[in-house]
């Protein structure tokens, strides 16, 4: 059983940056694929980046392209999401995710998110 502490939530204006952080532990953390996924309110979760096992790969939902960049940290057992260019429609609960498969839908496992509120 994989657990996942995300961290690095606040409130900020458009335009700032955040960066999330997503710790794991209780299994082999190079073994999974680790990501991102958001909900906004009264909307769907709905996935934002992905990472593979070793961070050779990664893939971003067009929404934050070019805006948010993931990386890990295979030694420290974590798991990160840059977010720049911050625009209010990014406001959301950000969960962070381990998956056996490299896939932006149904991963094996949750964190229990933490907010992101960005202000205009």
């Known amino acids: 059983q994989v657990q996942l502490v995300e961290s690095g939530g606040g409130l900020v204006q458009a335009g700032a940056s955040l960066r999330l952080s997503c710790a794991a532990s209780g299994g082999t953390f190079s073994s999974y694929a680790m990501g991102w996924f958001r909900q906004a309110p009264g909307k769907e979760r709905e996935f934002v980046a992905i990472?593979?096992?070793?961070?050779?790969?990664?893939n971003y939902a067009d929404a934050v392209k070019g805006r948010f960049t993931i990386s890990r940290d295979n030694e420290q057992n974590t798991v990160y999401l840059q977010m720049n260019s911050l625009k209010p429609e990014d406001t959301a609960v950000y969960y962070c995710?381990?998956?056996?498969?490299?896939?932006?839908?149904?991963?094996?496992?949750w964190g229990q998110g933490t907010q992101v509120t960005v202000s205009s």
């Open positions: 995710t381990a998956d056996k498969a490299f896939r932006s839908f149904g991963p094996d496992y």
């Open positions: 990472i593979s096992r070793g961070g050779a790969l990664t």
